[in-house]
Nanobody, 116 residues
Framework: QVQVVESGGGLVQSGGSLRLSCTTS????????MGWYRQAPGKERELVAL???????AYADSVKGRFTISRDIAKNTVSLQMNSLKPEDTAVYYC??????????WGQGTQVTVSS
């Protein structure tokens, strides 16, 4: 079973920054993509950012220019740097290992709370 573990969530004031990290039991260099998703109370889970095997990235419009997804192949980690946080960024953030284009594994999630 593939394990995915997130860390780095917490409480921050509006305008602040947080950095989330994700580790997994598979080599991230062999995955189709690694992604960060979030789910706010009462809302569906949504894509935040993806980093593909070749290094390309994609972001939700709501976080473009504020969030940056990156990876450290040697440490086998994927990070999400979140700057200029807003109360509407409050959610549980999940890391997803897209092992292939159709097979993926979720972490347990980490809570991010942004106070106004």
């Amino acid at each position: 079973q593939v394990q995915v573990v997130e860390s780095g969530g917490g409480l921050v004031q509006s305008g602040g920054s947080l950095r989330l990290s994700c580790t997994t039991s598979v080599r991230i260099s062999s995955t189709y993509a690694m992604g960060w998703y979030r789910q706010a109370p009462g809302k569906e889970r949504e894509l935040v950012a993806l980093i593909f095997n070749a290094g390309g990235t994609a972001y939700a419009d709501s976080v473009k220019g504020r969030f940056t997804i990156s990876r450290d192949i040697a440490k086998n980690t994927v990070s999400l740097q979140m700057n200029s946080l807003k109360p509407e960024d409050t959610a549980v953030y999940y890391c997803n290992a897209h092992v292939t284009s159709v097979t993926n594994y979720w972490g347990q999630g980490t809570q991010v709370t942004v106070s106004s």
